[in-house]
């Protein structure tokens, strides 16, 4: 109960009934409780069997691009036209913007996301020494 911050016991059994009602878990004939399937959460994504930020997936994307191009810029370097060159470059200059700008709004995704999480925490706290 402590490592998830709940007072008693029927705390934890009214929060998986809810999770029940929502059609998140599923009781077996033994009374336990297993997931029905993946949750959908806002700005997440599945990837697998894990759940990731949908901004880092997209950076890890672009990154991913990104690398690819600069391997194909640096073998047609040498044989390449001027125009080529030149095109390639603002390719890859674009390419290069969208992974820095998906990686920045991960970052500030993340960093709300612990803002959010220590006020919770903090007004937990608040709420448990009033009782």
């Known amino acids: 109960m402590k490592g998830a911050r709940l007072s008693s016991p029927s705390v934890a059994y009214r929060h998986l009934e809810k999770l029940e009602t929502l059609g998140l878990l599923q ?9 029905k399937g993946k949750a959908h959460v806002k700005g997440y994504t599945w990837v697998g069997r894990r759940i990731m930020p949908k901004m880092l997936v997209y950076a890890i994307v672009f990154l991913g691009i990104l690398i690819f191009e600069l391997a194909v810029f640096a073998l047609h370097y040498a044989v390449e036209t001027y125009e080529f060159k030149v095109f390639f470059l603002l390719l890859t ?5 969208a992974t820095a700008v998906f990686t920045y709004e991960w970052l500030l995704q993340r960093k709300r996301a612990k803002s959010r999480i220590q006020t919770e925490q903090a ?9």
């Open 93 to 97: 200059l674009i390419t290069g913007l």
């Open 27 to 35: 009781k077996n004939e033994h009374g336990e409780y297993t997931a």
């Open 123 to 131: 007004q937990h706290g608040i709420n448990q020494n009033e009782h």
